[in-house]
């Protein structure tokens, strides 16, 4: 069965023996992101951890819990998502892209219930009160300040929300997305929205913007864990989240009509801010935030969201995420990004073998790629249709191996790739869009990209000398030493 809500995913988690509850008072302000970023780069990501007793910034208790670190195992990304494996997610993936009607009626009868999968996977609206709707503050009962919101890092602007789920829809085409952005706390009630100018979020605030509209805008805090990971996946602007959650999780997502504007929000969440941004107003400074990079982000002039209402469950639990120095829990969702989406890679790049952004990249800065090479150049053309492929634009650096290294161990990768290259035959340089975020870049999202062909190169491609071998053992001598090991002693 999947999981329905944050709280589902916490007994869950707590049943694995992966939840450590914290009864101890803990500062909303830095020492909650300070546990939590020392569990974080423990072995395995960690435990998740439940901050039953969190002081706000005025001294007094928080009467909410705040839940982090929810998504920071590899155990935890799959019970998330309903599955043992990341990769059998990217399996049905595959098994749709392929999916072709079979001839005979038998052939047909036996797809039907794989049809009928697909058409449970749109959301659906909660009939009744929602859960998210137990409590409804309005107007001069809003106050942001009674949330237990994380300053994380001592040089920050302020308290942030960080893991929200911030839902749009698209002026033109009616089209809902979801994203995960940071927002910074401002005031009682009013916000500052981080839209980085490449997020959808972004188009439709600037699209209604240039007509002058008032926009509506949900952030939600908690609900279904796949929704919350769909919220941070780079889906295309015309697939809406909750129906990819609905494909994960198998079954749909329940929404529920807002309380003061005409959107749908998680009919599950513990949090749900309602709001609008005015065009007709200054933007506002947001930042500095110590960000996924490891550095911090500049302070910058984003939109400001104004609050009309705060709903929530009646005794609701505060979900959050730290970013800073990798490995953080930022690490697992984008390694589930990683492995579900490889198969609509190959769909336009189909000599891609398999590809893993380390943690130190921080997912932009460097990606591995082995290939099936079939020619002379193929190493250029797939950087050249990577950077081409959505946020894989933004890609920093590549490096192109062949089909047998093991590119998810970045060991193994830099070693093979370092004794393959020359460098000045073997590195290209080009430009593009970089990420915001990206502080060395020569401009504000544009720089230059750099790509290491480390395959084992062709005499077409100019290499004349013999190609080495890789030192391997004979199976023969392996299996002989498989047998007697366990009469060795060595605890190895």
């Not at 129906?243 to 749900?272: K, Q, S, Y």
Request: charged share 25%; hydrophobic share 40%.
């Amino acid at each position: 069965m999947p999981l329905d809500n944050l709280r589902q995913f916490i007994k869950e988690i707590d049943r694995l023996g992966e939840l450590v509850r914290i009864a101890h008072p803990v500062r909303a302000r830095l020492e909650v992101a300070e546990i939590a970023d020392r569990c974080m780069k423990s072995p395995r990501g960690g435990p998740a951890l439940l901050f039953e007793h969190v002081l706000l910034d005025d001294g007094k208790r928080s009467p909410h819990p705040v839940a982090i670190n929810l998504f920071g195992s590899m155990r935890r990304m799959c019970l998330a998502l309903g599955v043992d494996d990341l990769d059998s997610i990217g399996g049905r993936i595959s098994e749709m892209l392929n999916l072709k009607v079979p001839e005979g009626l038998f052939g047909k009868l036996a797809m039907l219930p794989k049809l009928a999968e697909i058409g449970k996977f749109p959301p659906r609206l909660k009939s009744g009160r929602p859960p998210c709707q137990e409590v409804i503050l309005r107007g001069d009962a809003v106050n942001l300040d009674q949330i237990p919101f994380l300053t994380t890092w001592p040089g920050d602007g302020g308290r942030y929300i960080t893991l929200p789920m911030v839902i749009t829809t698209d002026p033109s085409r009616g089209v809902r997305n979801v994203g995960m952005y940071r927002i910074q706390v401002l005031g009682r009630d009013t916000l500052a929205m981080h839209w980085q100018r490449h997020k959808v979020g972004a188009a439709h605030w600037r699209e209604m913007a240039g007509r002058g509209e008032r926009m509506p805008v949900i952030i939600a805090l908690g609900g279904d864990p796949a929704s919350i990971y769909s919220g941070s996946a780079p889906l295309p602007p015309t697939i809406d989240e909750f129906i990819f959650a609905g494909f994960l999780r198998r079954a749909p997502v329940e929404l529920a009509r807002a309380v003061t504007c005409d959107l749908d929000v998680p009919a599950e969440a513990e949090f749900v801010l309602e709001g609008y941004i005015d065009p007709a107003e200054p933007l506002v400074l947001e930042g500095p935030f110590g960000d996924h990079t490891g550095f911090y982000s500049l302070a910058d002039y984003y939109p400001r969201v104004h609050v009309t209402a705060i709903t929530a469950r009646r005794d609701p639990i505060y979900p959050a995420t730290l970013v800073g120095p990798p490995p953080m829990e930022d690490y697992y969702l984008g390694h589930a990004t990683e492995r579900i989406f490889l198969p609509l890679l190959k769909l336009t790049v189909p000599e891609i073998v398999d590809y893993h952004m380390p943690p130190a990249g921080i997912f932009h800065n460097l990606v591995f790629v082995s290939i099936d090479k079939q020619y002379p150049g193929q190493a250029y053309k797939v950087m050249n249709a990577l950077w081409g492929q959505g946020l894989m634009s933004l890609a920093k650096v590549l490096v192109i191996v062949d089909r047998h290294v093991n590119v998810r161990n970045p060991d193994e990768a830099w070693w093979i790739a370092l004794n393959n290259i020359d460098p000045e035959r073997d590195v290209r340089f080009t430009m593009g869009p970089m990420d915001v975020l990206d502080h060395a870049s020569r401009g504000f999202t544009y720089g230059s990209k750099m790509g290491i062909d480390a395959t084992r190169k062709w005499k077409e491609e100019g290499f004349t000398r013999e190609w080495p071998e890789l030192i391997t053992m004979d199976p023969e001598t392996k299996r002989r030493v498989d047998e007697m090991w366990p009469q060795l002693g060595l605890a190895l």
